[in-house]
């Protein structure tokens, strides 16, 4: 008998591809869970599974570079839930920053003993495929990063430039027993430096892996925010998500993007990630420093949250997030940078957080007893879709935001695109679908949404990883499949029958 030259033809989309402008109708073939074909009117007799995208948009799986998976629940849960979530919003890699200390698995010590737990606890859970971003916060994991690139395929580290001196939810006096990092050590600028340098020895010793091998910053300045919150507290003029926001103002932002900027040209770091840029300060600190700099190739970042919320928003206090929720003015400007093709991807920053933690039980209207973070994963796709076409975002550009940028950056070679040799990463959105958020919906276990009340226009119905259907409609067929990605991932293309 004769074998089928594709295990599943999605016939009758709308391809979307990242630098084309077209969407023609076509068919994509899969074979080994990887993209065979893609053509107009593929013959149906060589498939052993046929699925009619009945002329929806077909763009390649997101890749959600910013994720924490585990920080609020434990890992081994929220893998199963929040992965489930990403795959309602069309993503099939998640990307997810994790670091020692408190939250996450609530442990210190070196990463050779910290990150094998963590793979571990991953393994079999993902509905889609994952990596990790690390964070070394003490002498030791620096010590580290070397071998975590050989090792374990980890390219992409994190700083979180405030936590020595400021509080994951506010001021905070004792951030040593929170980074659970010993008396001789400091998470200061210094620290900083010496990642980079670490990071520009490893980069020097492995040329071929230049490209993929990044730091990404969290930019905020403590100093400024503890001044700033002590005044607001003080005063006590501002409440919610106005207050928030004037306890770390935008120019936090901008004089730390200045900082790490300087430090990756004194330190010869190349490639430098400027994370969740939430206001026009912070933008304008970014681009003055791409100017100043031009041999640092900076990526900058912004999430959906602050692609759609003002500090007015009705979601309240369930919207604190760190750097916070600005004012409908920075929101447009990130628009605007976002349009002329200043921002480098679009992210969910997701972090559930359940309704019964959110908020402090007896000061429930104190922004500054509400943790920090919520999730998103779930309504990436929709909420770009629908506030981008508004605004004039081609589809291609959705396409470049959310998935092949990112995947470039990251070392993800094989993610990105709907063409011949990439994972068949695809999702089915339908672009007349209006829907209203409702975040009880989602198979999150954070039993709300920040977006909750709103309408989105354009809705995913179908995700498929790898060619195999992970997302159908309010369902999730099958196991989880979802793998942990060594970077770089340089997939063999598909051994490709002529047609």
Not at 187 to 197: G, L, T
């Amino acid at each position: 008998m004769t074998q089928p030259d594709f295990d599943l033809l999605l016939r009758n989309v709308r391809l979307v591809r990242p630098h084309q402008a077209d969407v023609p109708v076509c068919d994509i073939g899969v074979r080994d869970g990887r993209i065979a074909a893609v053509a107009p009117n593929l013959a149906a007799s060589s498939a052993a599974q046929i699925v009619d995208g009945g002329g929806q948009l077909a763009f390649p799986g997101l890749v959600d570079a910013h994720m924490h998976v585990g920080i609020y629940a434990p890992l081994a849960e929220d893998a199963v839930t929040e992965s489930r979530a990403a795959a309602m919003g069309g993503v099939t890699t998640s990307l997810n920053y994790i670091r020692t200390g408190k939250y996450y698995l609530n442990k210190a010590g070196p990463y050779r003993e910290f990150f094998p737990e963590v793979l571990a606890l991953s393994d079999g859970r993902f509905h889609v495929d994952y990596a990790y971003h690390l964070a070394p916060m003490d002498r030791q994991h620096i010590e580290e990063i070397e071998s975590l690139i050989d090792d374990h395929g980890v390219t992409s580290f994190k700083i979180f430039m405030f936590y020595g001196g400021y509080g994951l939810h506010g001021r905070s006096g004792d951030q040593r027993s929170f980074l659970m990092i010993s008396e001789d050590e400091q998470y200061d600028i210094a620290h900083f430096e010496f990642v980079m340098r670490a990071l520009s020895r490893a980069i020097e010793r492995r040329p071929a892996l230049r490209d993929c091998i990044s730091l990404s910053l969290h930019c905020e300045t403590a100093e400024i925010m503890n001044a700033y919150t002590a005044i607001v507290q003080k005063e006590g003029k501002l409440q919610g998500l106005r207050a928030y926001s004037a306890s770390r103002p935008p120019h936090s932002e901008g004089l730390a993007i200045v900082i790490a900027s300087y430090l990756a040209h004194e330190t010869n770091l190349p490639n430098i990630n400027l994370l969740h840029l939430t206001s026009q300060k912070a933008v304008e600190a970014a681009l003055l420093m791409r100017a100043a700099f031009p041999l640092v190739s900076f990526r900058r970042e912004v999430t959906i949250g602050h692609l759609i919320l003002d500090y007015d928003a009705a979601a309240g206090s369930k919207a604190k997030v760190n750097p916070p929720i600005r004012s409908r003015e920075d929101v447009e400007y990130l628009w605007t940078a976002l349009l002329r093709g200043d921002i480098d991807w679009v992210v969910s920053d997701h972090a559930c957080c359940a309704a019964e933690h959110k908020t402090h039980a007896e000061h429930p209207e104190d922004i500054f007893q509400s943790r920090s973070g919520f999730g998103g994963t779930d309504y990436l796709l929709s909420g770009l879709f629908s506030e981008g076409r508004k605004r004039g975002l081609p589809l291609h550009r959705v396409a470049e935001l959310t998935s092949w940028n990112p995947a470039r950056r990251y070392g993800l070679y094989g993610k990105g695109d709907l063409a011949v040799g990439y994972d068949a990463d695809i999702v089915l959105l339908d672009p007349d679908a209006s829907f209203v958020v409702d975040g009880a919906s989602s198979p999150s276990t954070q039993g709300y949404s920040v977006f909750d009340g709103l309408r989105f226009t354009g809705q995913v119905t179908r995700t498929f990883l790898r060619g195999h259907l992970v997302y159908d409609a309010g369902t999730f067929p099958g196991p989880a499949r979802g793998q942990f990605l060594a970077r770089p991932y340089r997939p063999e293309l598909a051994d490709v029958p002529a047609l």
